[in-house]
């Protein structure tokens, strides 16, 4: 019983020497916690006080207001910068928003968001929430059709919102201190809101105009693209009016809608070819010097036009058209030619579908090269050349016992024939100068492709001219007439009985003509 007695006051004493140090600890703890947490407290108690609005490149000054120690101080901000006093230096250059931090060296930290408006200020675009709710002591109501209540806040002036009478914005002039826009069904009240994502800056000045284009690049002022305006309506741009963009093509009406500096493309076209046969023709030859055999089909040729690929649904009108090439045929002058150069037939063909179709080409009475055009639309497609020429000319060259005269510039080869005429002529030539001892004097033959010999290079050898006041040679055509001088190079007389004589010893059939200065020979 003692031993018992004596283990139970041992273990009451114990028990009472370790409840003491649990206090002590338990105390010391509730000291620790309330500290910290006045010290938490504390650290999130600073405020910044200083302007909310400011002014593009303007400064302003900010304090942390409750921070129980030194302050440091960042600015967020495009252009922004402030000091370690809370001055900004340097104020933003553009309308927007910056955000001013204070950093307390007890570890508190605060933030201010300040607005930042350009010359124009700033135009509230908030509206009451719904309708029905509380708008500065008056209630919202819905209006349909009329205006939106817009209020304007400049920096500077203190801003008063006060909700506007019903219908306030029917008419403009109800409207003197805020501003009217027409507008769909909106809530009536439209006030300065709390949040400053709500505000925006003015981007123009009212009734301001610019041109505007909402196209792909490298379009406007191509094809039917163009470009529009804008308008600053509440200090914000309009849609862009008037403006033309790219639009799908329409195939057929030659016009540029997709603005890519092409009209058609991508559309079925009207591809064709021109032949002619045959590629060589006569000139036509009036009926009195036509030579034996000759027939009026030696100056036509078929012309063929066909269409290739399958016509777009409008179908292919296809323009044929003679134009003559220019210096060709012996004829160096060109110009005034349209009523001396080949016909057609037909001059406009219409495709429906793939094939070929022909015209009838003619010659008229002037040699040279002239092209036959097939044309879509103003477009050339397809062209071929024709000669029409007199077939089997020579060129008479220099030799002896005569000398080449006549030559202009506008037909410096004059002396061309067939192969009969130019031979019976060099006979004569040879003999006579054998006889007479005088050298002839050749003049005009034809020209290098026979036809028409003009001249006075009016292209119609009845023309004249103050060179040749009888006007051109109505023959010389095909190669066998010849005109010869009277008066040999040596400064003889040539006499018509004398060029007979030697016609008659060559048995030359060939008729001889005076005509005054010359003689006019004519083989057959």
């Not at 129980?68 to 252009?79: D, F, K, L, P, Y």
């Not at 819905?142 to 304007?152: D, F």
């Not at 037909?346 to 015209?359: H, L, R, V």
């Not at 006041?469 to 040596?490: I, L, W, Y």
Request: net charge negative; charged share 15%; aromatic share 8%.
């Amino acid at each position: 019983m003692l031993k018992r007695s004596a283990d139970k006051g041992f273990r009451t004493s114990e028990t009472k020497s370790r409840v003491i140090p649990f206090f002590i600890f338990a105390l010391l703890l509730f000291i620790t916690i309330t500290f910290f947490l006045s010290f938490a407290s504390d650290s999130h108690a600073i405020t910044i006080t200083g302007s909310e609005e400011i002014t593009t490149n303007s400064s302003a000054s900010y304090s942390a207001a409750g921070c129980n120690g030194t302050v440091t101080w960042n600015v967020a901000g495009t252009g922004a910068s402030i000091n370690s006093n809370g001055v900004l230096t340097t104020g933003p250059a553009s309308c927007g928003a910056i955000t001013v931090t204070a950093h307390c060296s007890d570890g508190s930290i605060a933030t201010k968001e300040v607005r930042v408006s350009n010359a124009g200020g700033w135009v509230a675009i908030a509206s009451c929430n719904s309708q029905g709710a509380n708008c500065g002591g008056a209630t919202c109501t819905l209006i349909t059709g009329k205006y939106k209540y817009v209020t304007y806040y400049h920096p500077g002036s203190t801003p008063s919102y006060p909700c506007p009478p019903s219908d306030p914005c029917v008419t403009e002039p109800q409207c003197p201190s805020y501003g009217c826009v027409l507008a769909p069904p909106l809530l009536g009240c439209s006030v300065m809101g709390s949040s400053k994502s709500e505000w925006q800056c003015p981007a123009c000045t009212n009734g301001q105009t610019i041109s505007c284009y909402t196209g792909t690049g490298g379009t406007q002022g191509v094809g039917i693209c163009k470009a529009g305006t804008q308008t600053c309506v509440n200090g914000q741009w309009g849609a862009c009016v008037g403006e033309v963009l790219p639009q799908a093509e329409i195939c057929g009406n030659n016009i540029d809608e997709n603005c890519d500096g092409q009209v058609d493309e991508g559309c079925a076209t009207c591809e064709v070819s021109v032949n002619v046969s045959p590629s060589v023709v006569w000139p036509l030859i009036p009926q009195s010097q036509r030579p034996v055999g000759y027939k009026e089909d030696w100056t036509k040729a078929d012309v063929v036009v066909t269409l290739n690929k399958p016509a777009p649904p409008e179908g292919c009108t296809v323009n044929l058209k003679v134009e003559p090439v220019d210096n060709s045929g012996g004829h160096i002058h060109n110009g005034g030619r349209n009523n001396y150069k080949g016909t057609l037939d037909k001059e406009t063909i219409y495709f429906a579908e793939m094939g070929a179709q022909s015209a009838k080409y003619k010659s008229s009475e002037v040699g040279g090269e002239e092209k036959i055009k097939a044309e879509v639309k103003g477009e050339a497609k397809s062209e071929v050349r024709i000669s029409v020429r007199v077939p089997g000319f020579f060129e008479l060259g220099a030799g002896d016992g005569y000398v080449l005269i006549g030559q202009t510039n506008t037909h410096p080869g004059n002396h061309y024939g067939t192969d009969n005429t130019l031979y019976s002529l060099l006979d004569l030539a040879g003999v006579y100068y054998e006889e007479n001892k005088g050298t002839l004097r050749i003049n005009d033959i034809s020209l290098p492709w026979g036809g028409a010999f003009d001249l006075c290079g009016q292209w119609d050898p009845g023309k004249t001219c103050s060179k040749y006041p009888k006007g051109g040679h109505k023959t010389h055509r095909v190669g066998k007439t010849v005109d010869v001088s009277n008066m040999t190079a040596e400064g003889k007389a040539v006499t018509k009985k004398s060029l007979i004589k030697i016609i008659d010893d060559l048995d030359i059939n060939v008729t001889v003509l005076d005509e005054g200065n010359h003689f006019h020979l004519t083989f057959p």
